[in-house]
Structures are given as C-alpha cells and as structure tokens.
DNA sequence: TTGAAAGCGCTAACAC
DNA sequence: GTGTTAGCGCTTTCAA
C-alpha cells in the first residue's frame, strides 16, 4: 500500500539511512543525493509512518487536551485557542471531553488513551484540591484552571480575585451600591467561583459597601439555563438590586434576558457585567461589558510550557512546578455604560 | 520506564503471547493464568503502548475531525457529538481547523498529519463541487455539510431545503408576507446559504407570494457581526418586512438584536426564525424559534460510516459512496408565537 | 557522506 | 492453552 522508507531508498538507489536523512533534514547529505530522493518520495508519494516512527522515538507529535464539554463556548474558545498555539509548534490535538465529572476526569488522568500523546492539557472541574495527588502523573502535564492550586504540575490560570475586583469596582464607579452575583456555587472555598466572590467582596469592602448574602444568587452549573433561574429566584425574592455581575458570561447573558422580561432596563435600572469575553458579548442586546481573562495568553503559555516539559524529559530529576499567572483586560460595552 | 508486554511475562512467568491474549481479552486463556496475569498487569501498572499496537497493527484507535472553526457554537457543538459519538466505537477524536479557507481545506486532505489517524471526517466550508476529486483518497473519508454532493466519498447532510421550506412556512402560516432572509450568498449556487433559500423560494412560491430580492441580506461569512450589519443595511434602505428568516442561528441572532436596537418588537412587529438550534436559542429574549437539522444524528451517522469504512479496508474493491440524509425538526420558540 | 543492522513494543502465524 | 518468533517502518549507533 503505501510507501515505505525502503521502497524510496530502492527507488533512488540509496540506503534507508539516507532516505531517513533527507526526510529529517539532516545537513551532512550531498545536494545531488538529496535531489534524487527527493524525486523518488515525490514520485512516491511517500509519508513517513506516525506509528512507526512513535514506536521508535517515543514521541507521536500530539498533544491531549481535556475540557469538560466543548458545548461550553468557553471551552470551543480556549480549545480553538490551543489548537491554533500547538499548530505553530507542530502538534496536533486530540481533545478528551470529562463532561465536568470528578471520576472521569481522574479517570482519564491514567487512560491509555493518553499513550497516544506525548503530553496533556487539563482543564479540570470536578476534581478539587484533594485530588491534587492524582496528578502527580509521569508524563508532561500541564493543569489550567482553578479548581487545584500548588499541585505537582505546571498550572496556568488568570487572576480571577483581581479581575474579579476589577469588574466589581467598574459597577462602583458607575454608582452602583447594590450589586448581585450571579454564579456563585454553595460552601466552595476552591474554583473559579469561588475566587470571583473573594474579589467581589474585596471590592465591596474597599468602597466601604456591606455584603449582603441575598445578593448572592447560587447555581450548580454554570449553563445559561442557571443563570437565567437564579435570576428569576432573586428578582421573585423581591431583593433589590441596582447590577449585576455575573460570575460567566453565560450566566450574565441568561441573567439578563430575565431582567428584560421583568422590564428592568440596562444599563439604566440595572448595571450587567459577565466574565471570559465570550464573543457572543459583542452582539447581545446590550452588548455586554465583561473580563477578558487571557484565554489567548492561557493557551499559549500552556502549550508552550508543556513543548518545554515534552522537551525536556531526559533531564536527570523533575523540576519544580512553576504556577504562571495571566493578565486580564476589562472590556466596557453597552451594559455598565 | 513504562512496564512493557515482556516485562509482565517474565513477572508472571509466561510467554508474551500469553500477556498479549489476556490483554486483548482472547477466550482460550486458563482462569488461574489469566488472574496471574492480570496481578502482574496491575503491579506493573502495565499499559499498552499504543505506537506499537498502531506499527503493527495498521489501526490507530484514533480518527481525525476537521472542522473550519471550533468557535463557530455550531462547529463546537458538533464536535463535541462527534467525541461522544466516537467513545460509543472505542476511538479518541483528534481536531484540525482549516478556518474554513480552501486550500488549507485541500492541503490537509494529504496532510501527513493523517497518518496518526484511522480515519477522517471533514466539515469543509471553502472547497466547492470543483474540488470534489481531491477527495478521493486512499483512507476511510467521511464528509459533512453541503459544499460538495455527488463526490466520491460517502457524505451526510442535513434536509437543507425541507428544512428552510419548513421555516419559511412557519412564518407564512403566522401570518407574514414579507419575509427577509439574512445570510445568502451573492451568486452562490452550492452550500448551506443557498440550499436554504431554494427552500425559502419554494415556501413562497407554494404559497404564492412574490420573491423580491430587496428582501435578501447578503453576508460574507456566517459569523454574529456579519447578521446584525446584513439585518441593519436592510432597516436603512428602508426595506418593509414583518419577518427575518435568518439562514443560521448566529445570523438570526445577530439579527434580533439590530431589530431590538431599531424598536421592532418580536414577535409583534417582525417574526424571526434561525436554524441550527443551538443551545443559547433558548435563553436570547424572546427565545428564537429555529430547525434543529439533527446535528446528533449526523454525528452519530458520519462515525458509525465511517467505522464501517474502517473496518471493511481488506474488502475487494472500494463500495459505492453513499448520501446519508437525516431528518430535521421544527422547534418552535418565542420569537415566532 | 553513506550503508548495514539492531531493535523500539506489539500482534499473529505457527508450533507444540 | 501456551510458547516461539518474524516483522510492522522507523531511527540510530557503528562502520566504512
């Protein structure tokens, strides 16, 4: 079937070690020699075996990442991201959905499946800080995310308190004094949650406003469909709020479609802000301010770091793991205006 | 390093055959070896090593999904019923974009990056019926959408014009005369755009209305921005409506909000339908009535084909490509009550 | 600068 | 029911 090294060394007169050489760019083969493979693995139409050539370096060329479902746009963008960033270091990416389940995702930790890749990027949202030992795994791992902290692994992740702060005080300078949250997950002290609360209630706390727990609207998942319940939960509640920040985009545009069905407008009765600068923010009505964490930024530095640990495997002990932190930008749109 | 098929065997004390029948779960093996075997396995946290079961045994275990852009929701929600829909068959999906440009569409049809794979399904956006014999390759080839029929290998695609007849239907059925479209292609005669408005003629035609082309809103890509400035030239020339029949859901959004921003209620004053039936139709305000084109059901269609494809390689003579059409469903919603 | 040959870990044909 | 062994296609010493 297809070609071989062999059939392109027989072709052109040449050894396999030759064929090897021109097909790896080696410097020290002569132009003519080149040449004339060259010729026999276009005539050929030779590529070279990923299977065999795996076996034989230990290496395949692809990188695993797992999300917890790519339905979440979140993830389709960071995936997009990180495809594009493996892309420019000639990887390629095969992608593990855990469906945001504790078991699955250590699970796949020990997978077989992960014997395809030379390395994994995991974005985990089920495991927490106990399962930390998990992931003290013998190949290239890098973690994002903020469900685990001072791991043994590589970790990427955005500043979820400054940002958070950030987004808050921007609801503060607009004169907003009643602010809800929308998103936060019950008694979690780990998580994206978790940590967008603690900036909230840093910000609240600098301007001098109090914290209000019945302006804390708690869900289970971060879909659109929690957002828009707690939402309603809160307005029937009849709490009063004058903005809201909600702890996703997702959430903040699910929120805020039932803050116009109960006639609220925005920005001028209520102020709306989310979190990851989803592109669809651009185009809702209003378009909504929000945080871009670094989504880019995120990617690439995790596939970098993980080419640098997939690189430097022969190295005699494990370096320390090293926490890298990236910046986020606040983006004002129509909402907060 | 990682426990090898050998190294099992000699803790178990047999032979790598042995190893091997019990990893691949052969029946002729004795209970009490395979117990023995399976403690040596578990010791050695024994794992296969996919390279070499992939050298030797021309399989994988992996097949390739290439789709223009995984932050397209459509694209990210399809892949993900690709992934779920693989699992079901024992394989790891591996993602390629191609940006929905044409020649990387072709480039990667040869693209040695397919070695690591058993298999392809592709999603091209840029390649036209011209391109067709580019894809006639030498592996299993599966393709999606409407940019290519009749080609040489087997295709699964949506009712595209039942489908958009059915919606336009929908709005006659609700009263509406005047529908525009968001979302044709100027002079396009293949592709999703323009199978839909075949199917947006023929609604009118069955119903005898006219067909004004001042009613079409052209777009260059498929993208939120390109439906909210299509649906804004439309209310600046001063075109009268009382319905948007947007070709995608992203456009039908986009759409409803330039809509909104002009103070046309819907579904008061205009009528809007989409089509893909992704998940924020159902959270944007009012929700949007839309088609659901049976994305699960291609998934699942074009990976069960395509393992069929997978394993019939020893077969004679390659069998005729066949079209897979699968059935779509009308979900109405709010924006059309 | 090029060639010969070993061997990566696995499967499967063949022997017993 | 289990063992022996060839070889998948490649990279890589070691020689020449």
Redo the contacts between chains.
């Keep these: 079937?297809?070609a071989t090294l062999q059939d392109v060394a027989n072709l052109a007169g040449v050894s396999v070690k030759t064929v090897s050489n021109v097909v790896n760019n080696y410097t020290h083969v002569r132009a003519t020699t080149r040449t004339r493979v060259q010729g026999a693995i276009d005539q050929l139409k030779y590529?070279?075996?990923?299977?065999?050539r795996?076996?034989r370096s230990g290496r395949?060329?692809?990188i695993g990442l797992a999300v917890p479902?790519?339905?979440l746009?979140y993830f389709?963008?960071l995936?997009?991201a990180v495809?594009?960033a493996a892309e420019r270091h000639g990887m390629?990416?095969?992608?593990?959905?855990t469906g945001a389940d504790r078991k699955r995702e250590i699970d796949l930790l020990s997978s077989?499946?992960l014997?395809?890749t030379d390395g994994l990027i995991f974005s985990p949202l089920g495991m927490g800080s106990d399962d930390a030992s998990h992931l003290d795994v013998?190949y290239p791992l890098v973690v994002l995310g903020e469900r685990i902290f001072g791991g043994p692994v590589d970790h990427v992740t955005m500043k979820n308190i400054d940002a958070a702060r950030a987004a808050t005080e921007l609801l503060i300078a607009r004169g907003r004094k009643r602010i809800a949250v929308i998103g936060a997950h019950e008694g979690e002290v780990v998580g994206s949650a978790a940590l967008r609360l603690q900036g909230y209630k840093e910000a609240l706390a600098a301007a001098g406003l109090p914290y209000d727990d019945e302006l804390i609207g708690y869900v289970g998942l971060w879909h659109?469909?929690d957002g828009?319940m707690a939402m309603r939960n809160m307005i029937e509640r009849g709490v009063e709020f004058d903005a809201v920040f909600g702890l996703n985009d997702t959430l903040a545009?699910?929120a805020?479609?039932v803050l116009?069905?109960a006639h609220f407008k925005i920005p001028d009765d209520v102020s709306v802000i989310g979190f990851d600068d989803l592109?669809?923010t651009?185009?809702?009505?209003p378009a909504l301010s929000t945080v871009d964490p670094g989504r880019a930024e995120i990617a690439e530095t995790a596939v970098r770091v993980l080419m640098e640990r997939i690189n430097g495997q022969t190295a005699p002990k494990k370096p320390a793991p090293v926490e890298y932190l990236v910046d986020f930008t606040l983006r004002e749109r129509e909402s907060t205006l």
Excluded at 47 to 52: C, G, K, L, W, Y
Excluded at 92 to 97: K, P
Excluded at 282 to 285: E, G, K, P, T
Aim: net charge negative.
């Design positions: 079937m297809a590529q070279p075996n990923m299977s065999a795996g076996l395949t060329g692809v479902e790519l339905s746009s389709a963008e995936a997009d495809i594009k390629v990416v095969l992608i593990e959905q077989p499946r014997q395809l013998s659109r469909h828009l545009l699910g805020m479609r116009q069905e592109d669809e651009q185009y809702s009505l």
